[in-house]
């Protein structure tokens, strides 16, 4: 049974930071392409950032120079390492692992900025 579990979340000012983690079990992350995404109230699901098979890694032009995305092998788990937060970065945080065969989703997590 795989399952990814989102844990960091939570309310913080804005200009602050938060780092969101994505445990799995039922899978080895490193074979699949690690992403976050996020949902604001009202809005579709977008992508955030990507931390591929080959460690390559991807932003979201809104976030960049101020998210991180990471990967730790040994403890299975993703990153998402986030500065200078923004009232516009509140949202329900959604953990993915996809690879050619098969993609997971973690249950999602709330961020909330204030300003």
């Known amino acids: 049974q795989v399952q990814l579990v989102e844990s960091g979340g939570g309310l913080v000012q804005a200009g602050g930071s938060l780092r969101l983690s994505c445990a799995a079990s039922?899978?080895?992350?490193?074979?699949?392409?690690m992403a976050w995404y996020r949902q604001a109230p009202g809005k579709q699901r977008e992508f955030v950032a990507m931390f591929t098979r080959v460690g390559t890694t991807t932003y979201t032009d809104s976030v960049k120079g101020r998210f991180t995305i990471s990967r730790d092998n040994a403890k299975n788990t993703v990153y998402l390492q986030m500065n200078s937060l923004k009232p516009e970065d509140t949202g329900i945080y959604y953990c993915n692992a996809q690879s050619s065969m098969a993609g997971f989703w973690g249950q999602g997590i709330q961020v909330t900025v204030s300003s």
């Open positions: 039922g899978i080895i992350l490193s074979l699949y392409d």
